[in-house]
């Protein structure tokens, strides 16, 4: 039941404790606006959220049964106000419903759904059982790790659009997906690997059995029976290692022949062969060594390391699949005979198109009639409402807020800003110059010297002891395979991303670990990076007799029904002060797109709104009343009533609690910060000064952005970008480094090397310090391995080493490597990153 | 001893089903999610009627 907080009375003394909007709202975790307007009664009792999608959203699971979700979950939910919902008649296309929809057998639909909202195992348990109430849906598997939903329907029973409903019912967004290529290629590479790692390690394992045996054998005697018997048996098992589990190598090694560049797998090649080949021939001979034990091992370990690899490499790729995947938005175009549903790409220019409120503007365009109020903040980064009416030019990607208006197209898709700047993003990111690897360079360079000095020891066996050329050739691939060296980085790169991702920091390419460590100059953007992108009271100017008190109680009365950041500001404000009167009751309140508001109160008739509205509405301007506080250049709102103007109030921004900490210790680290923002000079000078950073620059657009940047790498500088906003994703795609915060948009989160999923400054820290770490153990693995390698190397060649103790030594090597980077992960793994801070570029509603 | 001519050939049986195993499990995608089970075990005790 939903129950309006008034009506649980004041005596339910533990709903009165539950009520505080202090604890923010049961449902998202954010902070309640007008504490006791939104209650659902949930566990049996009553519980308060912060805004109708919230309650909505609640009462929705609550009414299917499923409050026990509430119980289960380990982090708060998403705001569903927060996502973007799609226009689910566009599923009603028979081209779209071909592309994701696959037809199965008895009148069976299937379709793989990409969900965003999911953040612990209850929200996979809540949709599996929501879901599969549907009327008509016969299954429905959630990926947790993927984040993909499998549904199958009877389509005759129901359509994909109420099942995307219901989705969006308990909280979540759904959106169709389709395998592309590379994500089809993708997942076929990893079965393979898969595979091919299963089937070493249980055929490794039979012949390292057999091995311990002939071992022994060796120092104790085996009768010639058995260990015929033994070598045929491990020659059987290892050929489907050879033949099917190390192809990847001998592609490799071919791969890199052709192409004239040395890599390691041609060392790994010619040892797999040639070991096996002269293993093989030992058997069939009767006489000389195996090495299929060490053919076997070797192989295991090192596809393991591909895996690892592999699979870091492939988290990357799915966020940009996503990308490719994403759905044109649906466009209204008005023709002679009324309204047409287009997609977005088919729009030229001067359609005129009809777009009702809370719908994105699918072009840009002109305003050619009504009014409204847009968010850029996908465009901008900056998440302040901007008034349009008339005349004004609109971008594409916009979401309209408030009133539904008819705009005239200027630049089709194509050429919208948005596509522009999604372009400049994918300029940036294929200039990105080329990381060259030093563990590259080396084991490069150490194989072609293995390969000469091998087959140098060959030639030389050749002449003077060909009884031992094969022998002393294996021991020295093997002994001298630079293994250890190649998993140097890897594994402690593995190992540390593990770390951070348990922490909520997710690395989206592998070099950025290495190149973190050279950072020397960070690039912050300003809303909702340095500052929580969520508007604060700042001040109350009085500007007539009025307590600052009754000023802000009239305002919130006005605002109360907005959920306009500015509104929820002032109710904050109103909740901090413990003094505070509940607001006076407001009467015929009427809002002003874009404007502002008026209401009787006490019988008078009073406004609230921006200086403009105020001067249109009263006939009253701020200058004349004298007082503009120009320094803090702010937002501004006033209140008036109709004849004079009563108090002025000044938002800003709110800085991040940590953000002043967290850059005096950066920059005591010896690195250099600036701040690029797109917002206003004042306000960008004072965030700077608030941090002591001496270089800003303020309303710059993302190509100037990106030239600023540019200059600063040609002064050699390494530049970290730390940004939010998809304005940012070409400065984070070409800067050496760039770390988005969780809530920016999906873009940014692609074309940036690491996203900070917790939306906390802090992180970043972590993150620098982690790399720092991680590249100290690199250099001891580096140390060992190459001290190793150039010592087992003589003894090899000398034919000291038998190849079974050149692999026990390889192995040991690589193992020590390994346990070393062990090291990084030795964080505890704490409960998966929670994602209930509230994301604040987000908070536009 | 002569019974490791027939254990061993016995154990190549074991293999062969076990490769067979991890072969079906790589078809059968049950390497696709490797989280989900792991929360999916403490949802499971009441599945929705």
Redesign the interface.
């Given at each position: 039941m939903v129950t309006k907080a008034e009506s649980i009375g004041q005596d339910h003394v533990h709903s009165a404790a539950e009520l505080k909007a202090s604890e923010g709202c049961y449902h998202c975790g954010l902070n309640i606006p007008h504490a006791g307007r939104y209650v659902v009664n949930i566990l049996g009792r009553p519980r308060p959220v912060c805004c109708p999608g919230c309650q909505a959203v609640a009462q929705a699971i609550v009414d299917g049964g499923l409050e026990r979700f509430y119980d289960k979950r380990t982090a708060k939910s998403l705001n569903p106000e927060t996502q973007t919902q799609l226009d689910s008649t566009i599923f009603e296309t028979p081209e779209i419903q071909s592309k994701f929809i696959r037809s199965l057998n008895n009148d069976r639909n299937e379709v793989t759904l990409r969900i965003t909202g999911i953040n612990c195992g209850a929200c996979m348990w809540l949709i599996e059982s929501r879901i599969a109430q549907l009327p008509g849906v016969e299954s429905v598997t959630v990926n947790y790790s993927t984040r993909r939903a499998l549904v199958t329907w009877n389509r005759n029973e129901t359509e994909l659009k109420n099942i995307l409903a219901a989705f969006a019912h308990i909280g979540f967004t759904a959106h169709p997906f389709a395998l592309g290529q590379q994500a089809e290629f993708v997942q076929k590479e990893r079965d393979r690997q898969i595979r091919a790692i299963g089937l070493s390690a249980v055929l490794g394992m039979q012949i390292m059995m057999i091995a311990v045996a002939l071992y022994f054998g060796k120092s104790s005697g085996i009768s010639p029976s058995y260990e015929y018997f033994f070598k045929w048996i491990s020659m059987l098992l290892a050929l489907p290692i050879v033949v099917y589990c190390a192809q990847s190598f001998f592609l490799g090694a071919w791969r890199s022949i052709v192409h004239r560049q040395p890599s390691i797998d041609i060392p790994v090649a010619i040892a797999i062969l040639l070991a096996f080949t002269a293993s093989a021939w030992a058997t069939a001979s009767g006489s000389g060594d195996t090495y299929f034990e060490a053919v076997a091992m070797f192989v295991f370990l090192l596809l393991s390391v591909r895996y690892f690899e592999f699979i870091a490499r492939e988290r990357g790729l799915d966020a940009v699949s996503h990308l490719y995947n994403s759905l044109p938005a649906l466009a209204q175009r008005i023709d002679a005979d009324g309204l047409t549903k287009v997609s977005a790409t088919q729009l030229e220019t001067d359609d005129q198109v009809w777009v009702g409120a809370g719908e994105i503007i699918p072009a840009d365009a002109v305003v050619i009639s009504g009014r409204c109020v847009v968010d850029e903040s996908v465009i901008s980064g900056e998440s302040q409402a901007i008034e349009k009416s008339i005349g004004s030019e609109l971008l594409g990607g916009s979401v309209n807020l408030d009133d539904a208006i008819t705009i005239r197209v200027v630049r089709p898709y194509d050429h919208s800003v948005i596509s522009t700047i999604a372009h400049l993003a994918e300029r940036a990111q294929s200039a990105k110059p080329r990381f060259v690897k030093l563990v590259d360079r080396i084991a490069n360079w150490f194989v072609v010297g293995l390969v000469l000095i091998a087959s140098a020891v060959a030639v030389f066996c050749w002449f003077y002891e060909p009884s031992r050329l094969l022998s002393t050739v294996i021991a020295v691939l093997v002994i001298a395979c630079p293994c250890a060296l190649s998993l140097a980085t890897p594994a402690a790169i593995t190992a540390s991303v593990g770390t951070l991702t348990r922490k909520g920091i997710v690395l989206l390419e592998p070099d950025a670990m290495e190149k973190l460590t050279t950072v020397t100059h960070i690039v912050f953007d300003k809303t909702g990076t340095l500052t929580r992108g969520d508007m604060k009271l700042e001040r109350i100017q009085t500007l007539k007799q009025i307590e600052e008190r009754e000023a802000l109680n009239m305002a919130c009365a006005l605002e109360a029904s907005s959920s306009h950041p500015i509104a929820r500001a002032l109710a904050a404000a109103q909740a901090a002060d413990a003094q505070s009167v509940k607001s006076p009751p407001v009467e015929k309140l009427n809002h002003t797109s874009g404007g502002g508001v008026s209401g009787l109160i006490a019988g008078r008739r009073y406004f609230f709104g921006s200086p403009r509205f105020i001067h249109e509405e009263t006939g009253n301007s701020l200058a004349s009343a004298g007082t503009v506080d120009m320094r803090r250049n702010r937002t501004c709102s006033v209140l008036a009533n109709d004849t004079e103007m009563l108090a002025s109030f000044y938002f800003s921004d709110e800085l991040r609690p940590e953000a002043k900490a967290v850059v005096k210790r950066l920059l005591a680290t010896g690195a250099t910060a600036s701040i690029l923002s797109g917002d206003r000079g004042e306000v960008v000078e004072q965030v700077a000064k608030d941090l002591n950073v001496t270089d800003y620059h303020a309303q710059l657009a993302p190509r100037e952005k990106l030239k600023i940047l540019r200059s600063r790498q040609a002064e050699g500088e390494v530049v970290l970008a730390l940004g939010d906003g998809l304005n940012d994703a070409p400065i984070l795609a070409a800067a050496a480094i760039g770390v988005a915060m969780g809530s920016g948009a999906d873009l940014t989160q692609i074309t940036g090397d690491a996203v900070l999923m917790n939306n906390r400054l802090t992180d970043l820290e972590l993150l620098l310090t982690q790399a720092n770490k991680t590249r100290r153990i690199i250099r001891q693995n580096f140390a060992w391995a190459l001290s190793y390698n150039l010592l087992a190397l003589p003894l090899g060649i000398l034919g000291l080493v038998p190849p079974w103790l050149a692999v026990i030594g390889m192995s040991l090597s690589s193992l020590l490597v390994v346990i070393n980077a062990l090291r990084l992960s030795s964080g505890r793994a704490e409960k998966s990153f929670d994602l209930n801070g509230p994301s604040a570029s987000w908070a536009y509603v | 001893?002569n019974i490791?001519?027939l254990l061993?050939p016995l154990?190549?049986i074991l293999?062969a089903i076990?490769?067979a195993a991890?072969?079906w499990a790589?078809?059968s995608r049950q390497?696709?999610?490797?989280?989900?089970p792991?929360?999916?075990i403490?949802?499971d005790d009441?599945?929705?009627e």
């Open positions: - | 001893m490791i001519f061993i154990s190549l293999v076990i490769i991890i072969l790589v078809k390497f696709d999610d490797l989280e989900g792991a929360h999916r403490l949802m009441d599945k929705i």
